[in-house]
């Protein structure tokens, strides 16, 4: 006790708090403040027990990310169905058939979004290095009904949802189209084949 009462005299003395001479001083306190510092103490333990309870309601109102992308409403679903059949003749042989990448590039998929999320790719972007420089063995050599089909196929594939507006080549309608996750389930080209498909015997 008689350590507890020099720390208390040394904090006070270099204008800092003691631990153990807060405690001292709260057994020393008479039964008014003894109750006043309990009355604190239990405010401010509810007052942080309100403000934890207060951030899990909110992450859980809140939910996963979901993109504005998913939203909206970008091609048609018969341009994406045309695009499919030129990207199966044109496109498979570098980028796969499910779009998953071989000697070129992936166009599908996390990894694919992610990155063009971090680069701030557009469907401008795309559309223009399609038209310019695809396919590899005879760069621009398809028309622009075509490279626009099958950029319709390409957002159709990850999860970009079809409307009833058709894709265009106007810059500006083009480059608010983000390339990005868009929380919602993308669809596997096989599924996207075999719908077309169904919709086809329709």
């Not at 405690?23 to 306190?29: G, L, N, Q």
């Not at 063009?116 to 469907?123: G, H, I, P, R, V």
């Not at 075509?146 to 500006?172: E, F, H, M, W």
Request: proline share 5%.
């Amino acid at each position: 006790m008689e350590r507890g009462h020099l720390a208390a005299a040394k904090g006070r003395s270099a204008g800092v708090p003691s631990v153990e001479g807060e405690v001292c001083a709260a057994r020393r306190a008479p039964p008014q403040k003894q109750r006043l510092y309990d009355s604190l103490a239990g405010a401010a333990a509810l007052q942080c027990t309100t403000f934890i309870l207060g951030l899990l309601s909110l992450s859980v109102a809140i939910g996963p990310a979901r993109s504005a992308q998913a939203e909206g409403s970008y091609y048609t679903k018969a341009q994406a169905a045309a695009g499919q059949t030129v990207f199966a003749r044109q496109c498979a042989i570098c980028h796969g058939d499910a779009l998953q990448g071989k000697v070129g590039p992936a166009l599908a998929g996390k990894q694919f979004l992610s990155v063009s999320q971090y680069q701030e790719l557009t469907a401008d972007y795309l559309f223009k290095v399609m038209s310019k420089q695809m396919p590899a063995n005879a760069p621009g050599s398809l028309g622009k009904t075509q490279y626009l089909d099958v950029l319709a196929y390409i957002l159709q594939v990850n999860g970009y949802p079809a409307g009833s507006k058709q894709l265009t080549a106007d810059d500006r309608e083009l480059n608010q189209i983000k390339i990005e996750p868009t929380g919602s389930t993308p669809e596997s080209a096989g599924n996207t084949q075999q719908n077309s498909g169904m919709e086809e015997r329709q």
